[in-house]
């Protein structure tokens, strides 16, 4: 009886499949490398832009105070005598002014984050940054609604929303940068950690890669000595 050869696959066969193993190896690896450090990138990208929003609204506060302040005390000063309709004009520009710098904290402040889950301090100075705004707007609007005379009324209002922009100024620049900074570094460790596994990880898995691909190499060179001793 005929002993029956052994078929082995053909070159094309092992190199072609060597080739496509290879590719889907390499190529999931560098997937789930690009997604980690992604997602690492977009969370500091995230922090970072929150700290920019933060400076933003402590300077926009910051205007804003001055803008009123200014107003109140041109107006005092021309109230003396009757207003004329360049007064008006200019004080009308002030005031719109004014407005639409608490109108832009107003939405900048809405941008930080307060997420009560990841930092109740920071969730509560949120929303006094927001509260306080709301009160300024609404006592600004009565001011205006009382047709804004000089009398012991506006002098009351006046303070009263000076002392809110000395505290909301506060809680923008020193209480809440405090609180991110406090709230950020156990993000930035972890953060510093996981792209620290990701470059040992990355050394030890394309490592490997390498061993296989020698050990492949060596396997394909050993298939096709005995097709070549076969067809001899």
């Given at each position: 009886m005929k002993k029956r050869s052994r078929h082995y696959p053909g070159f094309r066969t092992i190199l072609l499949s060597f080739n496509l193993g290879t590719i889907v190896?390499?190529?999931?690896?560098?997937?789930v490398f690009f997604a980690g450090l992604y997602k690492i990138i977009y969370d500091m990208q995230d922090r970072i832009q929150q700290y920019i929003l933060l400076n933003q609204l402590s300077t926009e506060i910051k205007n804003a105070e001055y803008q009123f302040t200014l107003f109140f005390n041109e107006y005092r000063e021309k109230s003396v005598n009757p207003l004329t309709a360049e007064?008006?004009?200019?004080?009308?520009a002030l005031w719109e002014n004014t407005y639409s710098i608490r109108n832009q904290a107003m939405k900048t402040a809405a941008q930080l984050e307060s997420n009560y889950d990841r930092s109740p301090q920071k969730y509560f100075l949120n929303r006094g940054i927001i509260f306080g705004l709301e009160f300024i707007n609404k006592t600004c609007n009565e001011l205006l609604n009382d047709n804004f005379s000089?009398?012991?009324e506006s002098y009351k209002k006046y303070y009263q929303i000076i002392k809110v922009f000395s505290y909301i100024e506060n809680y923008s620049s020193n209480l809440y940068l405090t609180a991110a900074v406090k709230n950020d570094v156990s993000a930035l460790i972890k953060n510093i950690?996981?792209?620290?596994v990701?470059?040992?990880a990355s050394i030890c898995i394309f490592s490997l890669i390498i061993i296989i691909s020698i050990f492949s190499t060596l396997q394909i060179t050993k298939t096709l000595g005995k097709n070549i001793q076969e067809m001899l």
């Open positions: 190896i390499v190529m999931t690896v560098i997937l007064d008006e004009a200019q004080l009308t000089i009398d012991t950690y996981l792209t620290e990701f470059k040992r």
